[in-house]
């Protein structure tokens, strides 16, 4: 069983930075597609980045791209979203996923998510 766990968000200004971690127990991630989902106050959750399972190519939503970057660091197994330019609009929980195929095609762990606030 996989465990997630994300750490990293909090309330930034807009126009600034945050690092979102997520640590993996029980299992290891480049067993896995990886990815980050967020969901607002009465949206549905959305995907946000990913790692596919093999090749290891990143793939983002238009809405983050070229602000946000998908990392990993296999040696920690641990997996990160740097956000850069953050926009109100960005407020959300932010999810980190684990999938034996595809993020987008179904998740398979979640992570509890972290609270991330963009103040205008």
């Known amino acids: 069983q996989v465990q997630l766990v994300e750490s990293g968000g909090g309330l930034v200004e807009a126009g600034g930075s945050l690092r979102l971690s997520c640590a993996a127990s029980?299992?290891?991630?480049?067993?896995?597609?990886t990815g980050w989902f967020r969901q607002a106050p009465g949206k549905e959750r959305e995907f946000v980045a990913g790692?596919?399972?093999?090749?290891?190519?990143?793939y983002y939503a238009d809405s983050v791209k070229g602000r946000f970057t998908i990392s990993t660091n296999n040696a920690k197994n641990t997996l990160y979203l740097q956000m850069n330019s953050l926009k109100p609009e960005d407020t959300a929980v932010y999810y980190c996923?684990?999938?034996?195929?595809?993020?987008?095609?179904?998740?398979?762990?979640w992570g509890q998510g972290t609270q991330v606030t963009v103040s205008s």
């Open positions: 790692f596919t399972l093999t090749g290891g190519i990143t």
């Open positions: 029980g299992g290891t991630f480049s067993s896995y597609a």
């Open positions: 996923a684990a999938a034996r195929r595809a993020v987008r095609a179904g998740v398979d762990y």
